[in-house]
């Protein structure tokens, strides 16, 4: 569907989502749909998540162009916040037409009423069941308000997991858009791949690697070469980054020692994907861990990755597989 075709008037009460690998053009979609809702007589506000350190009180298209934006710290606050807006305009509605009012530093436009709300990086509003919960309520809230809502965000983390609790979403999006770049990485002769990009590929410069206490496995992480979205080109100065990663990592893309690619299956890599289940499934079946060898080298960082991340809890000397139940929202809680 060419949304261009739609007017927005015809989306109200519809959740349209942007969906694609980092540097996909995700958020630039939400922003054309805000801006085009403007000429169809509707107020818009624009909503990120202040885990998104890059930005504040903007959202950016290709980290250049910054679109005015209300950072929150949840979803709470923003629906909190979205409602003092919507309450505020509606004093004007029949009264006055077209003058500018500027609100907690978002310009709107009275007599005009608040009916389209864009959610860049939406992964980031469902980290947690709660989290996923409340979003999804707004979100069924503004349909029965018949409120137009564009989300942005990543269907999948750089593992190619489930990015926290985003399948819990999809059934409710009517209108998906799936952006499609194209891959980003280098092969060995420094020639750049042509296919359409399926995944996020997280890179660690070799700086990172070492800050991270991981110098030792820089040759077994090998170097990951691509050509940046501004065409310049790093053949040998990032690794790929490890499979037992944290899953959000933000403020180190400032500093360019982590940065995230569009890449297609066959340039994807995921170092110590299979060294991370090996360890995870003897924890599973209670048997005993590796004290050495190369899974004793990797145990340390496999072990964080899993207490962090809630796969398993320690109990004095002892690691253990946590259950989980089969929640309302069709995911799975702890018990």
């Known amino acids: 569907m060419d949304l261009k075709e739609v007017p927005t008037t015809n989306l109200?009460?519809?959740?349209?989502?942007?969906?694609a690998p980092?540097?996909?053009?995700?958020?630039?979609?939400?922003?054309?749909?805000l801006k085009r809702a403007y000429y169809f007589g509707l107020n818009t506000i624009a909503y990120?998540?202040?885990?998104?350190?890059?930005?504040?009180?903007?959202?950016?298209?290709?980290?250049?162009?910054?679109?005015?934006?209300?950072?929150?710290?949840?979803?709470?606050?923003?629906r909190a916040d979205f409602q003092m807006r919507r309450g505020k305009l509606e004093e004007y509605l029949g009264v006055s037409h077209g003058e500018e009012i500027a609100i907690n530093g978002i310009t709107h436009y009275k007599g005009y009423p608040l009916r389209a709300v864009g959610i860049d990086e939406i992964n980031l509003f469902c980290l947690t069941e709660q989290d996923a919960s409340e979003t999804l309520d707004f979100m069924l809230w503004c349909k029965r308000e018949k409120i137009a809502v564009f989300i942005s965000g990543l269907l999948y983390d750089f593992r190619h997991f489930p990015f926290g609790y985003m399948p819990v979403l999809l059934p409710y999006v009517d209108i998906k858009q799936e952006k499609k770049p194209a891959c980003m990485a280098l092969n060995l002769e420094e020639i750049k791949c042509t296919n359409t990009a399926k995944h996020t590929q997280r890179v660690w410069s070799k700086e990172f690697v070492r800050e991270q206490g991981l110098e030792q496995l820089v040759d077994q992480l090998g170097t990951f070469g691509f050509e940046h979205k501004d065409k310049q080109r790093f053949p040998t100065e990032f690794v790929p980054a490890p499979f037992f990663d944290q899953t959000v990592r933000i403020e180190e893309t400032e500093q360019e020692k982590v940065m995230y690619l569009p890449v297609c299956t066959g340039c994807a890599k995921l170092p110590f994907k299979?060294?991370?289940?090996?360890?995870?499934d003897l924890m599973v079946k209670n048997k005993v861990l590796p004290e050495s060898g190369q899974g004793a080298t990797l145990l340390s960082p496999i072990l964080t990755f899993l207490l962090t991340e809630g796969w398993v809890r320690q109990e004095g000397d002892q690691y253990h597989a946590l259950p989980y139940y089969r929640n309302k929202l069709?995911?799975?809680?702890?018990r």
């Open 22 to 33: 980092m540097n996909g053009g995700k958020t630039e979609g939400v922003v054309q749909e």
């Open 48 to 78: 990120n998540n202040e885990l998104n350190t890059r930005e504040r009180n903007s959202i950016a298209i290709d980290g250049k162009v910054s679109y005015p934006a209300i950072t929150v710290r949840n979803m709470a606050d923003l």
């Open 274 to 280: 299979k060294e991370t289940f090996e360890v995870y």
């Open 330 to 334: 069709g995911g799975f809680s702890l």
């Open 12 to 19: 109200l009460g519809d959740i349209v989502g942007f969906f």
